[in-house]
């Protein structure tokens, strides 16, 4: 058990709408990373929350965005959804700002768009 | 752009062989190499990672080389178990706050 809490670990959803992916972090950490795994893509880094401020970027789409609380919580919002949504979205966390520092992955949210 | 690539994709060896996995970078900047094991249904978990100024780090049947020069790095299971059976990915950081992931490589130890 890495620490690192997702909620929920299944949704079933329809095109077109909004789902919001729930993080909580390990204690202590103030990074949370947002990644997408798709079954023939690999791990996409999507974006990363530093203590409350975004740090870094990747490939994540303009209908998805990403917040971290002040209790260093995260959300993922993916709205319009769309049938290749459907993936893997991890999350995982680290003591500071990184990337040189480990990164503890959750076990991971399911979501399936019909 | 910033890539990893990592071979092979799939690696099938007897139960007691090694198995070695292979990653190459892109970005100079790299300094930071974690390997991941992911078990199905299940998040990836940290194995073993290197810093660019180590060559090698061993912790029990897992190794890791690095080659900066050749911007190159591999894992090294010695002595495989069945329950070594998993997706295996390697990473590196860049120098923008990024970690890319290789594309994973599904190791089966047959018993």
């Known amino acids: 058990d890495s620490g690192v809490t997702q909620t929920p670990k299944h949704l079933i959803t329809a095109t077109g709408q909004r789902v919001t992916l729930r993080c909580s972090p390990r204690?202590?950490?103030?990074?949370v990373y947002w990644y997408q795994q798709s079954l023939d893509q690999g791990l996409q880094f999507l974006i990363q929350?530093?203590?409350?401020?975004?740090?870094a970027k990747g490939n994540i789409l303009e209908r998805f965005s990403a917040q971290q609380f002040p209790d260093l919580h995260s959300e993922l919002n993916l709205s319009s959804l769309e049938l290749g949504d459907s993936a893997l979205y991890f999350c995982?966390?680290?003591?500071?700002?990184?990337?040189?520092?480990?990164?503890?992955f959750g076990p991971g949210t399911r979501l399936t768009v019909l | 752009g910033e890539n990893v690539e990592q071979h092979p994709s799939t690696l099938s060896v007897q139960e007691g062989d090694s198995a070695v996995i292979k990653c190459t970078y892109s970005?100079?900047?790299?300094?930071?190499f974690p390997w991941y094991k992911q078990e199905l249904g299940k998040g990836p978990q940290l194995i073993i990672d290197?810093?660019?100024?180590?060559g090698e780090k061993k912790d029990q049947r897992i190794a890791v080389t690095l080659n900066k020069t050749a911007k190159h790095f591999s894992l090294h299971i010695t002595e495989t178990q069945p329950e070594d059976s998993a997706v295996y990915f390697c990473?590196?950081?860049?120098?923008?706050?990024?970690?890319?992931f290789g594309a994973g490589t599904r190791l089966f130890v047959k018993a």
């Open positions: 204690s202590g950490d103030l990074s």
């Open positions: 995982a966390s680290s003591p500071s700002v990184g990337p040189s520092d480990t990164q503890y």
């Open positions: 990473a590196a950081d860049t120098g923008g706050f990024k970690t890319i």
């Open positions: 929350y530093y203590n409350g401020e975004e740090r």
């Open positions: 970005d100079s900047a790299s300094n930071y």
């Open positions: 290197i810093r660019s100024n180590v």
